[in-house]
C-alpha cells in the first residue's frame, strides 16, 4: 500500500498525505479527517525504512548496560524512554554482561544501524571504546564516566559522597569491624574510595581480608558475606556496594542465625525497589536511577535536536542516604 493509493482513496494529492503523516504542515481538518479514514480503510502503514532514509534519522536511541537483570538499570531505561517518548523517539538495550568486547561490538553495531543516539551506562569502562570519524556524529550519553567523544555529555550520581555517608553513618552508630563488599575489578572505584575515606577519618583500621568483591549479583554478594562471616574475628558491620549484593550478604546473615542490624549491620547502594521488600528493611544509598536516565534523555534530546552544539557538559546527582532497618 502507497501513499499514491491513499491519496487517491481520499480525493487529495500524495503531497497532503504526507502532510497528514508527518503534521509539519497544516492542513484544513475536514481533509485530514479524510486521509485519515482512507488510511485506517486501506490499512497504510508508513514505510519507516524509507523515512529514515530520507530524512537521515533513525528516531531511535541505543541504551547500553551491564547487566539489564538488575533493577537500577530496568529504572534508568524507564527514566530515558519517558524524556525521548513525546519526540518520538524508541530505545532498545544492548547487554553487555560487562565485557569490553561486547561494549565495543553494541556500539559499533548501533552506530552501523543509525541511531540518533547512544546512552552509555557502563561509564567505568567507557575509555575502552575508540571511534573514527564518521563515529563521532552521534551525540552519546556517558553515565558514571566521561568519553573521549566530542558530542559526549556526562550524568555521574555523586557515588563516593554517598558511599562516604554510607561507612560515615556506620562508624557514628558504633560499629568497630567495618567490611565491604566491593563490585568486581575496575568497578565501583568511586564507592570504594568514599568507603576508605569514610574509614579513615573515623579512624576504622580496615585489613585486607574485610575488603572482598562481589559481582554486583544477590549471588555474589551471598559468596562474600560467607567469605566475611568465615574470618576468625566477624565484622560487626558490612557496607555493599551495591543493594543486589546487599540482599546477598543479609540472607547470609538469615542463614546464619544473626540478628540484623544487632549481631551484623548490613547497608547497601541503589535504592532498589527490593530494598524495601526484604526484611528488615535495608539502609541504603540513594541512586537515582530514573532521574539519571531522565537528564540522560534531556542532555540528548538537547544535541539532537540542534538546541545545544557546545562542549560536553557534566551533571552530578546526588545520592543521599536512607535510613531502614538493617543498620
Known amino acids: ?72 538499570y530496568a529504572v534508568l531505561t524507564r527514566g530515558l524512554a519517558d524524556a525521548v517518548d513525546a519526540a518520538g523517539h524508541g530505545t532498545y538495550v544492548c547487554n553487555t554482561d560487562g565485557q569490553h568486547d561486547r561494549e565495543r561490538r553494541f556500539f559499533q553495531d548501533a552506530l552501523d544501524r543509525g541511531v540518533d543516539g547512544i546512552v552509555f551506562a557502563s561509564g567505568e569502562t567507557a575509555s575502552q571504546v575508540t571511534f573514527g570519524e564518521a563515529d563521532k556524529q552521534t551525540p552519546i550519553i556517558c553515565i558514571g564516566d566521561q568519553l573521549d567523544h566530542p558530542l559526549c555529555d556526562a550524568v555521574i550520581p555523586d557515588d563516593e559522597t554517598g558511599s562516604r555517608a554510607a561507612a560515615s553513618f556506620l562508624a557514628s552508630r558504633g560499629y568497630q569491624r567495618i567490611a565491604m563488599i566491593q563490585g568486581p575489578p575496575h568497578y565501583g572505584a568511586a564507592r570504594t574510595a568514599g568507603f576508605r575515606s569514610a574509614m579513615q ?38 557496607f555493599c556496594a551495591n543493594d543486589l549484593m546487599a540482599i546477598g550478604a543479609l540472607d547470609v546473615a538469615h542463614e546464619l542465625g544473626l540478628s540484623v542490624p544487632q549481631d551484623v549491620a548490613i547497608v547497601g547502594f541503589d535504592d532498589v525497589d527490593a530494598a524495601t521488600i526484604v526484611t528488615p528493611g535495608l539502609t541504603t544509598v540513594r541512586n537515582p536511577a530514573y532521574e539519571a536516565g531522565g537528564t540522560a534523555g534531556d542532555l540528548l534530546m538537547s544535541r539532537m535536536s540542534g538546541r545545544y552544539t557546545g562542549a560536553g557538559r557534566t551533571v552530578v546527582l546526588p545520592c543521599p542516604l536512607i535510613e531502614r532497618g538493617t543498620a
Do not use: C
Not at 24 to 37: E, L, M, P, Q
Not at 38 to 57: D, F, S
Not at 226 to 235: C, D, F, I, S
Open 1 to 72: 500500500m502507497t501513499i499514491a493509493q491513499v491519496a487517491s482513496r481520499a480525493g487529495v494529492s500524495p503531497t497532503t498525505v504526507s502532510h497528514v503523516l508527518s503534521g509539519k504542515r497544516a492542513v484544513a481538518v475536514a481533509t485530514r479527517g479524510t486521509v485519515i479514514n482512507a488510511i485506517r480503510e486501506l490499512g497504510y502503514r508508513p514505510n519507516i525504512v524509507a523515512r529514515n532514509l530520507r530524512t537521515r534519522q533513525s528516531h531511535m536511541i541505543a541504551v547500553v548496560v551491564p547487566d539489564i537483570t538488575n533493577p537500577f
Open 201 to 238: 577519618a573515623a579512624k576504622r583500621k580496615v585489613p585486607a581480608e574485610r575488603m572482598v568483591r562481589g559481582d554486583w549479583t544477590r549471588k555474589g554478594g551471598y559468596e562474600a558475606m560467607k567469605t566475611l562471616m568465615a574470618l576468625e574475628v566477624r565484622p560487626d558491620a558490612v
